[in-house]
Structures are given as structure tokens and as C-alpha cells.
């Protein structure tokens, strides 16, 4: 917690008095609104570097939701001088995406770079159709949607990487998730950096340091107006809960997550990536939509052959 009277760090350091507005228990500093800013484009600059994401020359589409982390991401990308644009998905979750897609289109326009915005009511079928004639949970087909379209409209649309908003809350939750599995198909998959493949572009994610709160008072600092509410399909799911119980242990002993997390990037990590080596799976063109594919047939094939059979019958 901020102590009253507190002053901004760096500001004493120069000799100046300006009082905190923030204090980032983990690192143990107390900084002023302009030195957080500061503070905060130069940690996501520093981990584009650590894991070598991209250059200054690449093109990058970030995916946007209309929250926090996704427009604090582009606006960070922005600001340091990054070939940036937006990729939108609309989902068709009711007035969520409706207001999201918005705040997104807002912001786009605020810093005069291209929002590409794609429709699943167009392209396949919305989320909650999707979720209403088959019996998966609404993330579970969300999430592969999402990871196709994004994929394949980075390569339509000539990017050769998407940067995603995952923020060190989301990074820990799953790594808790899976440790607890000891899901090794997907522990040797979480690094903040997939590199492109046959048919994948690289995907990447800047914020993998950043925590939920910081993000949040980065946008609220910045003027960023984005979607304060949560998408009504996230109730109940287990990520919360692991970010609750993470959240508890974070407040006890500042510094667990980011510890939790970089040390499995450190120490965990190339071992698991060498496991994966040795089971690695071919990969092949989904039989309909040529995408990259584990099987014959894509999983957003398959999603739309179920889907389509269901609507017929009904
Ligand atoms: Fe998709 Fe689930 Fe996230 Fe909603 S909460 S946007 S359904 S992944
Ligand atoms: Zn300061
Ligand atoms: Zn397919």
C-alpha cells in the first residue's frame, strides 16, 4: 500500500519532491503518475527485447478486445514506434461485443492506425450459437476460433506477427492450471513467444510482465476508455479462481507471481521444450479451409460441420 506522503523515486533521485501516486509492492517502488507511464513502456520494451518478439521493421497486428491490456498493448506499441494495426474479432456475445468492438473502434481511430474488425456471425456462427448446439464450455470453442481467425488474417492481411494482451495474471493462472494438471503438452507450449511455422505466424506476448492492475492504471492514466466488465461467459471459470488464489498468495509475499512465472521461463521451461522435440507432431493443411491442422480437418471445421448439422436438424 502507498504510504501517505510518500515521493516518487525517480523524482527524488533528481532532486525533485513530487509525491507517489503508485506503488508497485513487487518491485518495491513508489513512482508519480508520469514516471509510471515511463516505468511501464519501458518494461514491455525491455521484454519485447529479453525474448526477441520483433523488429522495428515487422509488421505486428495486435489483437483487440476492447479491454485494458489489448489497447494498453497497442498504445504501448504505438508510442515506441511500432508498425501496429488492430484486429478486432467480433463474437456476437450480445451488447459485450457490441461495446466493446466500440471502445476498440475508438481507439483506433484516437491514434489513427488500422482496426481490421472480423465477424463471426459472417465468417462461421456467433459464439453463443456455437456454444447453444454443442455441448463445449463457450471458451473452450471461443479460444480456437479466436487463435484461427487471428492467424489466418495476420497472413491474409500481410503481418508477420500477432501480439496479444495476455498480462502476468493471465500467464500465472494458466501456468497454475497446468502445473497442477502436469498438462506437459501445454507447459511446453506456454513461452511468450511462438515462432511462426508452417502456415502460423509468430505469436507474441509484451505484457507477459505486467500484472492486470498495472495494465489498468496504465489505460486509466493514459485516458484509455475500454470495457470495464467482464464477458458474461467468464463466470465460473477456473482461470478466476487461480487468479484469486494467486492474488491471495501476491498479497502476502509481494513478488510470488512474477517469481512463479520467470522462474518457469527460466529453470522449467527448455526442459519441457525439449520433451516437445522429441513428441513433436506433424502438422498438416485442414482438408476444407487448407489451414495448418493436427488432423484432416481443422478445429473451426469441425465446430462449423457440427454446428451446421445441428441448425439442420432443429
Ligand atoms: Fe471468449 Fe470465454 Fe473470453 Fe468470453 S470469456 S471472450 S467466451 S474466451
Ligand atoms: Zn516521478
Ligand atoms: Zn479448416
Given amino acids: 500500500m502507498l504510504k501517505k506522503g510518500t515521493k516518487c523515486r525517480i523524482c527524488k533521485n533528481k532532486g525533485k519532491n513530487n509525491k507517489a501516486v503508485v506503488f508497485l509492492s513487487h518491485h518495491r517502488l513508489a513512482l508519480c503518475k508520469e514516471h509510471f507511464i515511463e516505468w511501464f513502456e519501458k518494461r514491455v520494451e525491455k521484454t519485447i527485447k529479453e525474448f526477441k518478439m520483433f523488429k522495428k521493421s515487422e509488421r505486428i497486428l495486435v489483437a483487440v478486445s476492447g479491454g485494458k491490456d489489448s489497447l494498453a498493448l497497442w498504445n504501448v506499441l504505438y508510442k515506441l514506434g511500432y ?3 488492430g484486429l478486432y474479432i467480433d463474437l456476437g456475445i450480445g451488447d459485450y ?3 466493446s468492438k466500440i471502445l476498440a473502434k475508438n481507439f483506433a481511430d484516437r491514434i489513427k492506425r488500422k482496426l481490421h474488425i472480423v465477424s463471426l456471425k459472417e465468417q462461421l456462427y456467433t459464439i453463443p450459437t456455437i456454444k447453444d448446439f454443442t455441448n463445449r464450455p463457450a471458451c ?3 479460444g480456437v476460433v479466436k487463435r484461427y481467425y487471428m492467424n489466418r488474417y495476420a497472413k491474409e492481411l500481410g503481418y508477420s506477427v500477432v501480439a496479444t494482451g495476455h498480462n502476468l495474471d493471465d500467464e500465472t493462472a494458466v501456468l497454475f492450471g497446468n502445473t497442477l494438471q502436469w498438462d506437459l503438452k ?4 506456454q513461452y511468450p513467444v511462438l515462432l511462426e511455422e508452417e502456415g502460423f505466424v509468430r505469436k507474441v506476448k509484451p505484457l507477459c510482465k505486467i500484472t492486470e492492475k498495472e495494465s489498468a492504471i496504465y489505460s486509466v492514466f493514459n485516458n484509455i476508455e475500454y470495457i470495464e466488465y467482464e464477458c458474461p461467459f467468464s463466470e465460473g471459470a477456473s482461470s478466476i479462481e487461480y487468479k484469486t488464489l494467486l492474488n491471495q498468495l501476491e498479497e502476502k509475499h509481494p513478488g510470488t507471481k512474477l517469481k512463479f512465472y520467470s522462474e518457469f521461463l527460466k529453470k522449467i521451461y527448455p526442459i519441457f521444450k525439449e520433451l516437445q522435440k522429441e513428441d513433436k507432431i ?3 493443411k485442414c482438408r476444407i479451409c487448407g489451414e495448418p491442422s493436427y488432423s484432416e480437418v481443422c478445429g473451426v471445421c469441425r ?4 454446428v451446421d448439422k445441428k441448425v439442420k436438424t432443429n
Fill in 83 to 85: 508498425e501496429a494495426d
Fill in 97 to 99: 461485443s457490441e461495446n
Fill in 140 to 142: 473452450s470453442s471461443c
Fill in 186 to 189: 501445454y507447459l511446453s507450449r
Fill in 282 to 284: 506433424s502438422l498438416m
Fill in 303 to 306: 465446430l462449423k460441420m457440427l
